[in-house]
């Protein structure tokens, strides 16, 4: 299926690890020019978008910056509207899980886990929707939630699982304020994914333990499994999905 990408626009945080990274190349090698915002990591970005770029001829660019700064957002949402004449998708995947039981938490710790999880998409969320507006011009964004949005944290993640919630929630109230200017809102839920944030954390015994269990498919996916879902919603074959959370679990969430 041609998911007709070919000469748009995507900025893409947190692009250059994990599921981020996995988005960038599956929307590259369907046309389409990639901001791929990093914060760390540099060398590998940058040799990651000159690949992307010869392996798809295509024009993507990489912007550093840390999310958690308001200048730095909007440096990076400004590069990606000067380096090219429009922005067509928006995905919002860069995110933190950090560990922490209730009764122990920092405010400190709450705090930045809402600011990176679910304040930065929502300012990001805002300057696209401006962005079109202004333009005239139907639009994508993509947020990344998390299982955990719907079944809580069972290990230490509380403050994360209510990020993600309350993106959801952001997600669906977005969708019907600009369903009007055709603009497209939807989230996607991984499960457990074979990314830095996993495999960083827990090897992979903890991890058959924790949740192999709790995955009727019996096995964690591959960023690029979830990837392929975000490419969907990005394209015009979505166009009459709006306000959704697409669930790519192997099961582990069913609702
Ligand atoms: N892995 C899973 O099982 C799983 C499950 C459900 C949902 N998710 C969601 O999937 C998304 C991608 O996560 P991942 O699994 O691919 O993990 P990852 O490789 O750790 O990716 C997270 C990305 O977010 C970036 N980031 C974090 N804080 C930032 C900040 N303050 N400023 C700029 N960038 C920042 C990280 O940059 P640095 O590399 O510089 O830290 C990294 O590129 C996240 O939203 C996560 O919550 C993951």
Redesign the pocket.
């Known amino acids: 299926m041609d998911f007709g990408l070919k000469g748009k626009t995507a900025l893409v945080?947190?692009?250059?690890?994990?599921?981020?990274?996995?988005i960038c190349e599956i929307l590259a090698q369907e046309g389409a020019n990639i901001v791929v915002?990093?914060?760390?990591?540099e060398d590998k970005v940058l040799s990651f978008v000159h690949d992307l770029n010869e392996k798809y001829d295509g024009n993507s660019i990489a912007v550093k910056?840390?999310?958690?700064?308001e200048g730095?957002l909007n440096t990076v949402f400004d590069t990606a509207c000067n380096s090219y004449p429009e922005i067509d998708i928006l995905v919002?995947?860069?995110?933190?899980?950090p560990k922490a039981y209730v009764k122990d938490m920092e405010v400190d710790e709450f705090e930045?886990t809402l600011?990176?999880?679910l304040q930065?998409p929502f300012i990001l969320c805002k300057k696209m929707v401006n962005h079109l507006i202004d333009q005239k011009r139907k639009g994508k964004i993509i947020n990344?939630?998390?299982?955990?949005a719907f079944h809580g944290s069972t290990s230490g993640h509380a403050h994360?699982a209510a990020s993600?919630g309350g993106l959801v929630t952001f997600t669906v109230s977005l969708a019907r304020e600009v369903a009007k200017h055709g603009i497209n809102v939807n989230a996607v839920?991984?499960?457990?994914?074979?990314?830095?944030?996993?495999t960083?954390r827990m090897s992979e015994q903890k991890i058959q333990e924790a949740y192999h269990e709790r995955i009727p498919l019996g096995r964690?996916?591959t960023?690029e499994e979830?990837a392929y879902t975000v490419a969907f919603l990005a394209s015009n074959k979505s166009d009459y999905i709006t306000g959704a959370t697409i669930d790519v679990t192997g099961g582990m969430l069913m609702r």
């Not at 945080?13 to 981020?20: N, W």
């Open positions: 945080t947190g692009g250059g690890s994990g599921l981020g990274k996995g915002h990093f914060r760390s990591n910056g840390d999310l958690s700064r730095d919002n995947n860069a995110g933190v899980w930045n600011k990176v999880n930065t990344i939630v998390s299982q955990a994360y993600k839920a991984p499960g457990i994914m074979e990314t830095p944030m996993i960083n964690i996916s960023p979830v």
